[in-house]
């Protein structure tokens, strides 16, 4: 079996705070990720999905570092990189397709032009030929009449044309590993459904992998083949889409899905998590679910519970749920 | 939970639902979006366009759509906040445009917003119990102690805390403002609410919450709900009937089980579809539609969809399709799917 | 930029000159008759009214200004009331002097004021950012009178190197220039930090980054265009301010510019050389701010070119 693209081993990410204290927004992530390959990276508002992905390719914010552990892209540590060898790893092996491609954008360039620079970085080409790439991607990641839209300013572009150029922008550094963070999230539904659906094609097309960081799990059942389940800085279950939505073993992925509003039935009443996420510099010293886990015993609140594999998945609990579903 | 005596106070209203309590006819909403200079005439365009609704009594009506097909104006024209442009809309049989000043005070009361930016509509220097108190201030209902009492029942009834009312809405989560934001609206005990996008900026737990907690208090205070929202499967949770907008007019509208399962507008069909469905088991074939919608500034003529439409022909592009009605369900469209 | 656009602007600039030249023309004949200034005190009542109807001001003051405006139509501006020169002539031969010493303290505050701003951004809450800032406080407060007598005392009386009037050589130049660009590239560097920090907090500088560009290239290529759209506004806002400081700057500095020969004009109301100065003043701020939208618009393309509904109507 050859090696995974990508893995994290226990990379934790921490951050000093103006005030002073240091606080850690991810702690002690693991995961894995092959060639070809889409994981969704999920959960809440602040859990550290988005940090964890910055720390991989270098751009956490300056008060920002990682702390312990390893990020290894095709065999080469990412954690000890410099800043200058992270940027030749942003400029070829992993690429970003952020919220809000409008905003994304620089207003003053027009994208032809934003996504030849990136061709340009990635190799010694002339302006004129990266200017020709930027067309042919454009045409590739389906848009319509390219050469005239190269020209155009992301203001005078729909929402889902500039997240097209922002993914043409993207794949013009012919990348390993693309990591979408909330890239539909600012769309409409019929717009993010030809987003997905470009995304995926580009995956097969080049044997891309895909880090997809979302909240929205309803989307994760339909494009992952992996899901990372992160709460509070942790991942607290990983396991093939399939097996974690057929029978959810931690507690909070379990009421994560069953308070998902769903299309295809109406609940009579949603199952409803009680309370909030802990701030991050007041984390309880156990199980940072403890305080809202219906399940919780003593051990919960006075151990973290380590992630360890259990039957094809890996789980942070100390009382899973059953492994089939009942 | 709160003591029965308090859902009594908040529930002594009958219910005789099938009443209708708030109808729109032909109401449409023109916007400037270029002004006039020396050389050209301001262009204009509906947001809304002759829209005709009827909303009954404590039933709950969704309104979906995507960005810019005019459902959080067309809220707002229900709510009687925006005149109409033409056509008009009515409040218990009487049009709002009508109204003496004093019963367009009354109005205000009985009819109430939720947006969703709560820490927008939320004074952030002042404490939430007196943001929550205020409507029944200004509009002097009751004595003091009436009014701090029914604040706190309303506070209880949102489930917020009690260590939280002295707080400041930046010293409370998401969840907690929209919370405070929903008692302020209720606490003068209005019969009709609108509900403009109230939990897409919330994660999924605590949207989960706040979405049981208005089905709790609609069902408690008898109250009718227009639930605008883009997300259908939050949608297909709350409401009893479902009108799908695009492009500032109506596509669809009936029973919720009716349009989200058996969709007859070609639009409300790509529109679920394209709906992810949290189950890895469920293969879908994807309608996937073609193209970015029209700008609603200049919207094509006929059928605003047919620039989409996979079932397009020529006479769509020509004439706006009339309203007809199916097993009940109003479609808008000259080739519904008919299949029962 | 459309046509419409030029044209109102255009017009705008017509009447504003018009009401500049108008409230002018008032206000000098309402303060002090001019004849009475120029002539000694002891000079007969007939030589006065011979002044008076040699230069029409014996005239009902409504005639005046009708004879004024039609002679400003034929490209008349009158003749200086002490030697009779054309006014027009007088003003003109004063301005190369001014505009040498204008442009070089706009070069002198950009120079300055940009760098000074961008590397205070870039080090924001540093001592570093806060010596900058400190300093930019100071010159802007300073008023401009004060740092120009600070500078002679310092420069001329005290250390004897620079010398304090005149405008025969280079070093005549150094201080009144730098008295006249220090407040203006002290405003330059607070706005030049403020806009870059706001631009390098936007959500496409991330992108940026995470495309691999080195700092120089996300600098100058990517935020520095962004941050100098509203610089540029400041900048054509505040030439005004800087009109105003130079007619003091070459008064302290004795500069022979048009700031001087106005106070000298307005002391001894020879009314046509004060209009035609206020007028190439009035004249000066329309056309900067007209360069400056125009510059605006170069820069900006969500201003040059509209949204793609728009143009395609």
Redo the contacts between chains.
């Keep these: 079996m050859s090696s995974p693209l990508l893995f994290l081993d226990r990379l934790s990410v921490a951050i000093r705070a103006r005030s002073g204290e240091t606080v850690y927004p991810v702690r002690d992530a693991s995961f894995s990720l092959e060639k070809g390959e889409t994981l969704a990276l999920v959960g809440?508002?602040g859990c550290g999905k988005s940090m964890t992905c910055l720390a991989v390719?270098g751009?956490l914010p300056k008060r920002g570092r990682i702390d312990a552990g390893q990020a290894v892209l095709d065999g080469t540590d990412l954690a000890g990189l410099s800043p200058k060898a992270m940027?030749?790893?942003?400029?070829?092996d992993i690429?970003?397709v952020?919220q809000?491609a409008t905003?994304?954008?620089?207003?003053?360039?027009?994208v032809g032009w934003q996504i030849a620079?990136?061709v340009v970085?990635r190799e010694n080409v002339s302006w004129r030929a990266a200017r020709l790439r930027a067309v042919a991607l454009l045409e590739r990641v389906g848009m319509?009449d390219p050469s005239s839209r190269a020209r155009?300013?992301p203001?005078?572009?729909?929402g889902?044309?500039n997240q097209r150029a922002?993914i043409a922008?993207a794949m013009?550094?012919r990348p390993k590993l693309l990591i979408a963070d909330e890239a539909t999230t600012a769309l409409?539904?019929?717009?993010?459904?030809?987003i997905l659906?470009l995304i995926d094609d580009l995956r097969a097309d080049y044997g891309l992998a895909v880090i997809f960081v979302t909240?929205?799990?309803?989307?994760?059942?339909?494009i992952a083949d992996t899901v990372v389940v992160m709460y509070a800085g942790r991942v607290i279950e990983t396991a093939r889409?399939?097996d974690l939505?057929?029978a959810p073993r931690h507690p909070y992925s379990a009421?994560?899905?069953n308070?998902?509003?769903?299309?295809?039935m109406?609940?009579s009443?949603?199952?409803?998590?009680?309370g909030?996420v802990p701030p991050i510099n007041a984390m309880p010293s156990g199980c940072a679910f403890a305080p809202r886990c219906f399940r919780s015993t003593e051990i919960c609140r006075r151990q973290i519970p380590e992630l360890t594999s259990i039957s094809q998945r890996q789980l942070a609990c100390h009382q899973p749920g059953a492994e089939q579903a009942s | 939970m709160s003591t029965t005596a308090d859902l009594k106070a908040l529930s002594a209203r009958p219910d005789p639902a099938g009443e209708t309590i708030a109808e729109t006819r032909d109401v449409s909403k023109a916007f400037v979006y270029r002004k006039a200079s020396l050389t050209r005439a301001a262009e204009i365009f509906n947001a809304v366009d002759k829209v005709s609704l009827c909303l009954e009594r404590s039933e709950t009506l969704a309104i979906v759509g995507e960005s810019g097909c005019g459902k959080s104006t067309f809220g707002r024209l229900i709510a009687g906040l925006l005149p109409p442009s033409s056509g008009e809309a009515t409040f218990r049989g009487h049009s709002y445009a009508t109204l003496s000043a004093e019963d367009w005070r009354a109005s205000r009361r009985n009819v109430q917003i939720i947006f969703q930016d709560a820490a927008g509509s939320l004074d952030p220097r002042l404490p939430v119990e007196i943001q929550v108190r205020e409507p029944l201030d200004l509009h002097e209902i009751g004595s003091r102690a009436d009014r701090a009492a029914r604040t706190r029942e309303m506070l209880d009834a949102v489930q917020l805390g009690r260590h939280l009312w002295q707080a400041v809405p930046s010293e409370l989560s998401g969840g907690q403002q929209q919370r405070v934001v929903i008692a302020r609206a209720l606490i003068t005990k209005p019969e009709l609410v609108i509900c403009d996008e109230p939990v897409s900026a919330l994660d999924v737990s605590i949207q989960a919450q706040i979405l049981s907690l208005l089905a709790d208090l609609k069902s408690r205070m008898g109250l009718t709900l227009v639930f605008i929202s883009h997300d259908l499967a939050v949608v297909r949770q709350i409401a009893d009937r479902v009108a799908v907008m695009y492009l500032g007019r109506v596509c669809e509208c009936g029973p919720a089980g009716q349009v989200l399962s058996h969709p007859r507008h070609p639009y409300t069909k790509a529109l679920l579809s394209a709906v992810p469905v949290p189950d890895p088991a469920v293969k879908r074939t994807r309608l996937l539609l073609a193209g970015d919608p029209p700008s609603p500034h200049t919207p094509p003529a006929g059928c605003r969809f047919h620039t989409r439409c996979p079932v397009a022909v020529g006479i769509c592009s020509q004439h706006a399709p009339e309203r007809q009605f199916i097993n009940g369900h109003e479609v808008h469209c000259h080739f519904p799917e008919n299949a029962p | 930029m459309s046509l419409t656009y030029v044209c109102w602007k255009l017009l705008r600039a017509v009447v504003t000159i018009w009401l500049v030249v108008t409230f002018v023309f008032f206000i000098l004949r309402l303060t002090g008759d001019p004849v009475a200034q120029l002539l000694p005190d002891d000079v007969d009542q007939n030589t006065i009214d011979h002044y008076r109807r040699l230069w029409g001001l014996d005239q009902p003051i409504l005639v005046q200004y009708w004879k004024y405006i039609t002679a400003l139509f034929q490209g008349d501006f009158g003749i200086s009331f002490r030697d009779g020169q054309d006014a027009l002539d007088l003003v003109l031969s004063r301005v190369p002097k001014t505009a040498l010493l204008g442009f070089t303290a706009l070069a002198f505050a950009l120079v300055f004021g940009i760098p000074l701003g961008v590397f205070a951004a870039l080090k924001k809450n540093t001592a570093f950012d806060r010596f900058v800032m400190g300093l930019a406080v100071f010159g802007f407060s300073m008023p401009n009178f004060f740092l120009g007598i600070l500078l002679i005392l310092g420069f001329s009386l005290h250390l004897r190197i620079l010398p304090s009037s005149g405008s025969d050589s280079w070093q005549h130049m150094i201080m009144p220039v730098v008295t006249l660009g220090t407040s203006f590239g002290a405003q330059i560097a607070r706005f030049t930090r403020s806009s870059m920090i706001d631009v390098l907090n936007r959500p496409y500088m991330r992108t940026i980054d995470a495309k691999g560009a080195g700092t120089s290239r996300k600098l100058y290529l990517h935020a520095l265009p962004n941050a100098a759209i509203p610089v540029v506004t400041i900048i054509g806002l505040k030439i005004g301010e800087l009109i105003g400081s130079a007619v003091i700057t070459e008064n302290v500095f004795a500069w022979p510019g048009i700031g001087r020969l106005l106070t000298f004009s307005v002391a001894t109301r020879d009314l046509a050389v004060v209009q035609c100065i206020l007028m190439m003043i009035a004249l000066t701020m329309v056309l900067s701010n007209l360069l400056v939208d125009l510059l605006y618009g170069w820069m900006d393309p969500r201003v040059r070119v509209g949204t793609r509904e728009a143009t395609s109507r």
């Excluded at chain 1, 940027?87 to 070829?92: A, K, M, N, P, S």
């Excluded at chain 1, 308070?259 to 295809?264: E, F, K, N, Q």
């Excluded at chain 1, 009443?269 to 009680?274: M, R």
Aim: charged share 25%; aromatic share 6%; no cysteine.
């Design positions: 809440e508002s390719s751009l940027r030749q790893v942003r400029r070829r690429a970003f952020f809000d905003n994304g954008l620089n207003p003053v360039k027009s620079e990136s970085l319509p155009d300013f203001h005078q572009l729909s889902g044309m922002m922008l013009a550094g409409d539904v019929t717009i993010q459904a030809q659906a909240h929205d799990l309803s989307l994760v059942a339909e889409v399939a939505y057929g009421g994560l899905l308070s998902l509003p769903r299309m295809d109406k609940r009443d949603l199952q409803v998590i009680e909030q």
